[in-house]
């Protein structure tokens, strides 16, 4: 049986249930917002839950929203207000909270472009804390923006550079955003996953670097992470196991393990994907950390 590679969780359970796997050790819970937007949370709560799924252990929300690059009516501004509601369940606002918001991957790589997209649309309120020399507030939260780039521009790991601005930002929580791989083309423009476990960069590109954690950076790393490529193989695969004709589906399978495929597939409305999302997690995260702004 050959593997997919999917970074979302949604998608790990839904191979579970096909392959008739009763795995242990993880909790899950669906439900829908509206006709447009519905929300499943899986909790891994064991190692046999880690080993079904391949990810740390931990708690991940996938919001799937139906007609965001058909601009249903308000879509963007629904889908950011039910993340916002997720995240705010996540990073509990208070008058002194210090959030870090890093946006992962390459501006020039459009499918690798989602975080700092995301960060340029965060608004950004540390400097003001230090001009007026507050301590906190009850409106907006002490945040501090970082687009690191990747390794292959800068030449320095980008979990040491992130792991260094903690150090001088000092947040209560770090929110990191980056590219994720999926399965399924469709959730290109459909998905959006959020965890509380921390994230490798680069994990969407097929790239994973040192990984940016609360065991590495000393303190709560969320995650938001949207689909913006899938693997090659991954598609060779799901054509593999359609195919009603056993022969043929053979042949598929040893075509695959006879190469070393890396190559990744995007969308063509990659840049209408990166924007519309980008302004949803950006809206959504100023809702969560400035209330009394974006109320």
């Given at each position: 049986?050959?593997?997919?590679?999917?970074?979302l969780?949604?998608?790990?359970?839904?191979?579970?249930?096909?392959?008739?796997?009763?795995?242990?050790?993880?909790?899950?819970?669906e439900?829908?917002?509206?006709?447009?937007?519905?929300?499943t949370?899986?909790?891994?709560?064991s190692?046999?839950?880690?080993?079904?799924?391949?990810?740390p252990?931990?708690?991940?929300?996938?919001?799937?929203?139906?007609?965001v690059?058909?601009?249903?009516?308000?879509?963007k501004?629904?889908?950011a207000?039910?993340?916002?509601?997720?995240?705010?369940?996540?990073?509990?606002?208070?008058?002194?909270?210090?959030?870090?918001?890093?946006?992962?991957?390459n501006?020039?790589?459009?499918?690798?472009?989602?975080?700092?997209?995301?960060?340029?649309?965060?608004?950004?309120?540390?400097?003001?804390?230090?001009?007026?020399?507050?301590?906190?507030?009850?409106?907006?939260?002490?945040?501090?923006?970082?687009?690191?780039?990747?390794?292959?521009?800068?030449?320095?790991?980008?979990?040491?550079?992130?792991?260094?601005?903690?150090?001088?930002?000092?947040?209560?929580?770090?929110?990191?955003?980056?590219?994720l791989?999926?399965?399924?083309?469709?959730?290109?423009?459909?998905?959006?996953?959020?965890?509380?476990t921390?994230?490798?960069?680069?994990?969407?590109?097929?790239?994973?670097?040192?990984?940016?954690?609360?065991?590495?950076?000393?303190?709560?790393?969320?995650?938001?992470?949207?689909?913006?490529?899938?693997?090659?193989?991954?598609?060779?695969i799901?054509v593999?196991?359609?195919?009603?004709?056993?022969?043929?589906?053979?042949?598929?399978?040893?075509?695959?393990?006879?190469r070393?495929?890396?190559?990744?597939?995007?969308s063509t409305?990659?840049?209408a994907?990166?924007?519309?999302?980008?302004d949803?997690?950006?809206?959504?995260?100023?809702?969560?950390?400035?209330?009394?702004?974006?109320?």
């Open positions: 049986m050959l593997n997919y590679r999917t970074d969780a949604v998608e790990r359970s839904q191979l579970l249930d096909e392959a008739g796997r009763r795995a242990q050790g993880y909790i899950k819970k439900s829908r917002i509206d006709d447009d937007i519905s929300v949370e899986i909790e891994i709560i190692e046999e839950g880690e080993r079904a799924f391949g990810k252990r931990g708690t991940y929300i996938t919001l799937e929203v139906k007609g690059l058909e601009e249903k009516s308000q879509i501004e629904r889908a207000h039910v993340l916002a509601d997720r995240l705010k369940e996540l990073i509990k606002f208070d008058y002194y909270l210090k959030v870090l918001v890093v946006g992962l991957g501006e020039k790589v459009t499918p690798d472009s989602l975080g700092p997209h995301t960060v340029d649309k965060v608004k950004i309120t540390s400097h003001l804390f230090r001009i007026f020399e507050c301590d906190g507030d009850w409106e907006m939260a002490n945040v501090s923006g970082f687009n690191p780039s990747v390794t292959g521009v800068t030449g320095m790991e980008t979990a040491d550079l992130i792991e260094r601005a903690v150090e001088l930002v000092k947040p209560d929580a770090v929110i990191c955003i980056d590219a791989a999926a399965r399924d083309i469709g959730r290109l423009s459909t998905t959006i996953q959020v965890c509380d921390g994230i490798f960069p680069g994990a969407g590109m097929g790239n994973n670097r040192k990984e940016i954690s609360e065991k590495t950076m000393g303190c709560r790393v969320i995650s938001i992470g949207v689909p913006t490529v899938i693997d090659s193989r991954t598609l060779l799901e593999a196991e359609n195919i009603k004709d056993p022969v043929a589906e053979k042949q598929v399978e040893k075509y695959i393990e006879s070393d495929m890396d190559m990744i597939v995007t409305d990659i840049d994907i990166i924007k519309d999302f980008s949803i997690i950006s809206n959504a995260i100023n809702i969560t950390l400035h209330p009394g702004i974006y109320s």
